[in-house]
């Protein structure tokens, strides 16, 4: 008996369940397709790229070379960094004088399609956003922009408003996984010393960003409603390049990336950054799939109704049933449509690459993807109960039904809009 105690007592031991702290499962958790969790501290600054808010290429480390730099991240549609800034505007007011460097680095979006705005997909694009963030926000710190393969976020795992100070060496001796006012200023403190009397952030005069409205989640005549859980797909433009004045999101649903077979959710986007709208005096846009051997798409193509009144800036969204043997196939999609601004419009094709595998870029749409648990991770993939999805997906298929008997009647009744408008120039439209 004595021999065999303390196997008994290894086997207790092992029986009882160990529980993590937060941190813990913070490790463990990795962020935006990184395999470390949290972000990056405590290390050197790694070698990184980003363009001034000019468009010149820089070296992270050139630019924080020398000097104590204070690092945040930022976007246009993440409502806690815009609840939270105020306090980097605050602490830069007290400490660049003491020779430390403020920038913000403008980052991929975090709630693409909250107040219109959708994923930039080249560099050009993404400091124009830059640009409308430092108005909308009436920003003194400077802004610095993330490349568009997002050096800056995965080099740092930074989430969508994690903070850093990096020491004149280089290295990073204080990180935040998002904005933290107190906590920047204690690191400021330790590291550069105390100051008498702080500028507090309401004393900033900055503008009132009010609080942020979900899109609309209902079937209509040019929307779908969608369940809780979808995930973000992974999409190529094939020229991105080119300015393509709508931009398409894919979502999927959980049956969908585990088994290859499920609902496929596709919502196209004017973008706001180029000033664009539907013209619904011409055919109306469209979208065509050519999916590989063995996945069927159903239906492989349709076309939108028209929006409200000549023109309008709403999304045109639809769902789209996949089957397949397997999952993480990637599938061919065309969009046609007009894309048109106060000065142009011009009938235009343009392709993506879609991807059957989460996008991984921190993203969710305001309200949606929230994931298990509604946790609002954006990648997560929750299953809608059977009633719901059975029920969206009669809906869904009424719902494509009337837009293609309805498009085949706009594009004969639209007809002598088109012509109007080519008359007025080839493929231009009217505006």
């Known amino acids: 008996m004595i021999k065999s105690t303390p196997w008994v007592i290894l086997f207790l031991l092992a029986s009882v369940p160990v529980r993590t702290t937060g941190a813990q499962e913070r490790r463990a ?13 405590d290390a050197a600054l790694p070698d990184l790229d980003a363009h001034l808010a000019n ?53 991929s979006l975090r709630h693409p399609e909250l107040n219109g705005y959708v994923e930039a997909q080249n560099t050009s694009e993404r400091l124009l956003q830059l640009a409308e963030a430092r108005k909308m926000l009436g920003t003194q710190v400077p802004w610095i922009a993330d490349t568009i393969d997002n050096s800056i976020r995965d080099g740092l795992n930074s989430a969508n408003n994690s903070m850093f100070l990096i ?17 920047l200023r204690q690191a400021l403190t330790k590291h550069i010393g105390e100051v008498s009397r702080p500028t507090q952030a309401a004393d900033m005069n900055l503008p009132h960003i009010a609080r942020a409205k979900q899109p609309a989640n209902v079937d ?3 929307l779908v409603s969608r369940p809780e859980g979808l995930v973000i797909l992974a ?3 094939k020229s991105p390049s080119e300015t393509y004045y709508v931009k398409m999101r894919a979502e999927a649903d959980a049956d969908l990336l585990k088994t290859g077979s499920g609902r496929l959710f596709l919502g196209f986007y004017p973008d706001p950054i180029h000033g664009v709208h539907w013209n619904n005096l011409t055919e109306p846009m469209k979208y065509s799939l050519t999916m590989p051997a063995g996945v069927q798409a159903t239906p492989a193509e349709a076309s939108a109704r028209p929006g409200p009144g000549d023109s309008d800036t709403h999304p045109r969204q639809f769902w789209v049933d996949i089957k397949s043997d397997s999952p993480g196939a990637s599938f061919e999609l065309a969009m046609h449509y007009f894309g048109c601004t106060d000065t142009m419009c011009e009938s235009l094709t343009q392709e993506y690459t879609v991807h ?30 059977g009633g719901q ?38 493929d231009r439209g009217v505006n």
């Open 29 to 41: 958790t990795p962020h935006y397709g990184s395999s470390r969790g949290g972000v990056l501290r």
């Open 55 to 107: 468009g010149e290429p820089i070296k992270l480390r050139e630019l924080c070379k020398g000097k104590y730099t204070v690092l945040a991240a930022g976007c246009l549609t993440c409502p806690q960094f815009h609840r939270g800034y105020p306090e980097i505007e605050a602490a830069s007011q007290d400490y660049s004088p003491r020779g430390v460097q403020f920038f913000y680095f403008y980052k």
């Open 167 to 183: 020491s004149p060496e280089g290295q990073i001796v204080f990180a935040s996984e998002h904005l933290d006012g107190p906590s």
């Open 220 to 222: 209509s005549d040019i």
């Open 235 to 237: 999409t190529t433009p």
């Open 356 to 385: 059957l595998k989460p996008a991984n870029m921190g993203s969710s749409t305001f309200g949606f993807n929230r994931g298990p648990g509604g946790s609002g991770r954006g990648q997560g993939g929750q299953r809608a109960q």
């Open 389 to 426: 999805r059975a029920q969206g997906s009669q809906r869904g298929q009424r719902g494509q039904a009337s837009r293609r008997g309805q498009g085949s009647r706009q594009r004969q009744g639209n007809q002598q809009g088109v012509e109007r408008g080519r008359s007025d120039g080839g």
